[in-house]
């Protein structure tokens, strides 16, 4: 197994879900991943999509038994800027050659983006054998990502966009699937209204799906 994808693998085996968290205040962050955290999903993935972004990952790198890193990394700067607020880990909906140099330079665990076997065929041969398969559902879900296993079953992914309750479970029974990424344990209204205890509920239930 490659040196670049060892960690992110294990990143990604430690729950059958990682949640997308948007994060528009910063005070919510600490609560919100604790309560994903006692929920049974300890890896966590902030957008960098909002202003407070970064400082949501500052906080939630406090919070004990969670693994937070940064999503939606498109630049090089993100990868600094990422790091520098204490990601362990980054996702990224694609990948360049920039953002991977980044990623190395920075030691920064990557989970790259590839929707098409091209895609996940050249980061393989840059040592990427666990990738995020995104858009999922938009890019034939379950069916193609089984389909792409066939003559690529050394590439391991986590497909993420549009996974859901009702479909993840078509996702993590594949052989090429460790985990999907998904939004709908930390809904926006739940959030603002620092519903915890139902935050935590979803991500338990989230948590049981390859039970
Ligand atoms: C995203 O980019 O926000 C992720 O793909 C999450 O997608 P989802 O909201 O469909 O889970």
């Not at 790091?83 to 790259?112: H, M, Q, R």
């Not at 939004?183 to 739940?190: K, L």
Request: charged share 20%.
């Amino acid at each position: 197994m490659s040196d670049k994808t060892q960690r992110t693998r294990e990143i990604c085996a430690l729950a059958p879900i990682v949640p997308v968290l948007v994060v528009d205040d910063a005070s919510q962050a600490r609560p919100l991943a604790e309560a994903l955290v006692a929920g049974g999903l300890p890896a966590l993935e902030v957008t960098l999509r909002t202003p407070a972004a970064l400082d949501a990952i500052r906080a939630m790198s406090q919070v004990p038994g969670g693994v937070v890193g940064a999503g939606t990394l498109i630049t090089p700067e993100d990868v600094r800027a990422a790091k520098e607020a204490g990601a362990k880990f980054g996702v990224s909906p694609g990948a360049t050659d920039a953002l991977i140099a980044a990623c190395v330079a920075e030691g920064l665990p990557l989970l790259p983006g590839a929707a098409t076997a091209s895609e996940a065929m050249r980061l393989l041969e840059l040592g990427y054998d666990m990738l995020k398969f995104f858009p999922a559902e938009a890019s034939g879900g379950a069916p193609a990502l089984k389909a792409i296993g066939a003559p690529l079953p050394q590439i391991s992914f986590c497909p993420t966009g549009g996974v859901s309750p009702s479909n993840a479970r078509d996702y993590l029974s594949l052989s090429n699937v460790v985990c999907a990424g998904g939004s709908w344990v930390a809904p926006n209204q739940m959030v603002v209204e620092g519903d915890w205890t139902g935050i935590e509920s979803l991500a338990r239930e989230a948590s049981k799906l390859t039970d």
